[in-house]
């Protein structure tokens, strides 16, 4: 179906009269242009597409600034749901929410959220609220209240871009008294997200509360986020379903506890060949929590890498760290200076980590790919296996993989 709306001042009713007359399965496709709205618009149980026909470039949604509009309010059903294609949302403002999904589960692909400028703590511009969502190839930039809510729900997030959010933390979550709801989040970058003073208690990127709620992080950089308090990339609290961090990139994030990830009240978190450099408010800091640390990079991330009831194996650790299989030793990557944080062909990492927990987690993990996607225990013959072998490969320390067949200098 298409509507033929007409951009730039267009009737926006027009839409939700396609909505109305759409049924299952139907597609309702947006001509080029920028629609300026003030309304609500509601899919409500309906499993429907609406896209744009040329891309999120120029099919804009716009608020135009309005006290009270949401574009899209998505009721769906609890197997499949509508999808959202090729949109931007933009200039939002107080206490709207420009894409809403609520009891239902939706995707929402290609899509950008920017310059949504609600007033802190009001009008956040994504909510998934006892829902779950598939956010994949999407971009949130310049909100000034965070960019995605999850409220009692699970959300998936796939080579998205958050970037230069402010207000409360870029991607919220909380889950009270409601078991396996999980945040998911795969090949994503959080850089240069701020959390404005008094709007909560930390997580520049991402702050999760309340049990019930499981965390899984594969493949993801942050760079630059600043928290103020607790956690400038990462704020965890509250207990929770545990959850994991893997093949994971951490630099130049901020916080007065835990520049990287701060857990407290009984929080667990499991971190594996993860790389933490230069973060200050050191990498890892927790109360009344337990994390494990295996086959990672920490260094310089004053004042001490980590602080609390971390149980660290088998990675690099400035200053040192008690347990099987740590050095401390420069890792050589190819150039810290430019954010390349590589493996030399003689960085003392290659081969140190311990391949053994890769190999547990074989029977219900897909292949391990590094943060670049190589494979992971890509053996390099040359260089003497230091850490934990299995059938011959050892597994590198940190985020990235040193390839099998790279021979000399990247």
């Not at 709306?5 to 759409?22: S, T, W």
């Not at 871009?161 to 959080?190: K, M, Q, V, W, Y």
């Not at 790919?369 to 850490?387: I, Q």
Request: hydrophobic fraction near 35%.
């Amino acid at each position: 179906m298409d509507p033929d709306l007409v951009p730039a001042g267009g009737r926006g009713d027009r839409l939700q009269e396609a909505i109305d007359a759409a049924v299952g399965g139907d597609e309702i496709l947006l001509n080029p242009g920028t629609y300026r709205e003030n309304t609500y618009y509601h899919i409500d149980g309906k499993v429907l597409t609406v896209r744009s026909l040329t891309g999120p470039a120029d099919t804009i949604l716009d608020g135009s600034l309005s006290q009270d509009w949401t574009l899209l309010w998505s009721f769906g059903s609890t197997t499949a749901g509508p999808v959202v294609e090729g949109l931007s949302f933009k200039h939002g403002a107080h206490d709207v929410y420009p894409l809403k999904i609520y009891r239902g589960n939706s995707t929402v692909r290609n899509c950008v959220f920017e310059d949504n400028a609600s007033d802190p703590g009001s009008g956040v511009p994504a909510v998934v609220d006892r829902g779950s969502a598939a956010f994949i190839d999407c971009r949130f930039s310049r909100n000034t209240d965070g960019a995605v809510t999850v409220s009692r729900g699970s959300a998936s997030f796939e080579r998205c871009l958050f970037e230069d959010n402010t207000g409360r933390a870029t991607l919220t979550a909380s889950a009270i008294g409601t078991p396996s709801h999980s945040i998911s989040l795969t090949d994503c970058i959080f850089r240069g997200n701020v959390r404005t003073p008094g709007l909560g208690s930390g997580g520049g990127a991402i702050s999760l509360g309340h049990q019930g709620l499981s965390l899984q992080i594969d493949r993801c950089t942050f760079v630059e986020n600043d928290a103020g308090s607790r956690g400038g990339a990462i704020h965890r609290v509250w207990g929770g379903a545990g959850g994991w961090v893997r093949n994971s990139l951490f630099v130049r994030n901020t916080a007065t506890q835990g520049g990287a990830i701060a857990l407290e009240d009984g929080t667990t978190l499991d971190i594996s060949n993860s790389t933490f450099v230069d973060n200050t408010g050191r990498a890892i800091w927790q109360e009344n929590s337990q994390s494990t640390v295996t086959n990672s990079i920490l260094r310089n991330n004053g004042p001490s890498e980590v602080q609390g009831n971390v149980a660290i194996t088998y990675s690099n650790v400035m200053g040192g760290s008690a347990g099987t299989g740590n050095i401390d030793a420069d890792p050589m990557f190819v150039d810290a200076l430019n954010d390349d944080y590589r493996l030399l062909a003689s960085s003392p990492c290659i081969d140190a980590g311990d391949t053994g927990f890769w190999a547990a987690l074989a029977a219900t993990t897909p292949e391990p790919l590094d943060l670049l996607g190589f494979a992971r225990a890509g053996d390099v013959a040359a260089v003497p296996n230091t850490g934990f072998s299995v059938l011959g490969m050892t597994v590198d320390m940190g985020a990235y993989e040193r390839p099998a067949l790279c021979l000399g200098s990247w």
